[in-house]
C-alpha cells in the first residue's frame, strides 16, 4: 500500500485484508467478489442494509452487505477542495464563538494528511502525533504543537456529510474534536482527510 495512500473501508475492493481498515476488518471473499468488511459485534451492529456476521474458520465478526455494497452517493472533489471546505466550516464555528480565523498552512496540511491516513490504517488516534511529536515538543516539524481526529462512518456516506456530522459541536461523539479547533490556542491549522468506502477519517494538526 502506497504511503498516500490510506485503507479501503466497507464494501471497498480489496485483494488483501492488508487494504482494509485497521486490523480487525477483513477482506472477505463471497462467490466472484472480493469486499472489505468492518469489524462488529451484536452490540455495536452495523449499518442499515448490512448484517454483522462470523467469518468461517476465523474469529473475527464483519459487517457485510445484505444486497450487494452500494457506492457512496457524491464522489469527493480534490483534496484541497476538502480541505478548504473544512477549514470554512471550522472558521464559521470559531467566527460564531469569537474566535480569529485559523490560517491555512500547506506544512501543517502534509502532516495532518499522514495523521489522518495512520489512524484509518490502525484505529489508533493521535498515534502519529504522539510517536514523532510529543518526544522533541516544543521543537515539532512545522511548529505542531496540537492534534485532532474523527471518524465518522454511515451507510452511504457522503464527503459532505461526513464533514458536516465531524465539525458539529452539539455531537456528543466529537467533543474532544470540536473542542480542540474551538478552545486551544492555536493560529495555523492543517487538514487531512480521507473517505472510503462509507467512512471518513479527519485530521487536524494545529499550531
Known amino acids: ?43 455495536r451492529g452495523c449499518p442499515g442494509g448490512y448484517a454483522c456476521v462470523q467469518l468461517e474458520n ?8 445484505a444486497d450487494g455494497c452500494a457506492a457512496p452517493s457524491v464522489a469527493a472533489p480534490s483534496l484541497d477542495v476538502v480541505r478548504q471546505y473544512i477549514l470554512t466550516r471550522i472558521n464559521n464555528e470559531r467566527a460564531a464563538r469569537d474566535r480569529p480565523a485559523l490560517l491555512a498552512s500547506s506544512c501543517l496540511d502534509e502532516l495532518a ?22 518526544p522533541v515538543w516544543p521543537n515539532c516539524e512545522c511548529g505542531w504543537s496540537a492534534e485532532a481526529e474523527l471518524t465518522v462512518a ?7 456529510t461526513a464533514v ?9 461523539q466529537n467533543a474532544r474534536f470540536t ?7 492555536a493560529t495555523d491549522a492543517g487538514v487531512g482527510f480521507w473517505l472510503s468506502g462509507d467512512e471518513a ?7
Not at 465531524?166 to 456528543?172: E, G, K, L, Q
Request: aromatic fraction near 8%; hydrophobic fraction near 30%; glycine fraction near 6%.
Open 58 to 65: 476465523s474469529p473475527l465478526w464483519q459487517c457485510v452487505p
Open 201 to 207: 477519517w479527519i485530521a487536524l494538526s494545529l499550531h
Open 113 to 134: 494528511q499522514r495523521s489522518a491516513l495512520a489512524f484509518a490504517r490502525t484505529d489508533e488516534p493521535l498515534g502519529k502525533y504522539v510517536k514523532e511529536c510529543d
Open 1 to 43: 500500500m502506497s504511503l498516500d495512500t490510506g485503507p479501503t473501508g466497507l464494501c471497498g475492493d480489496c485483494s488483501s485484508s492488508d487494504e482494509c481498515g485497521d486490523a480487525n476488518d477483513a477482506c472477505i471473499r463471497h462467490l466472484d467478489q472480493r469486499f472489505c468488511g468492518r469489524d462488529c459485534d451484536e452490540q
Open 164 to 172: 458536516e456530522s465531524a465539525v458539529d459541536p452539539s455531537r456528543d
Open 154 to 160: 454511515g451507510y452511504a456516506l457522503d464527503w459532505t
Open 179 to 185: 473542542q480542540a479547533f474551538l478552545t486551544l490556542k
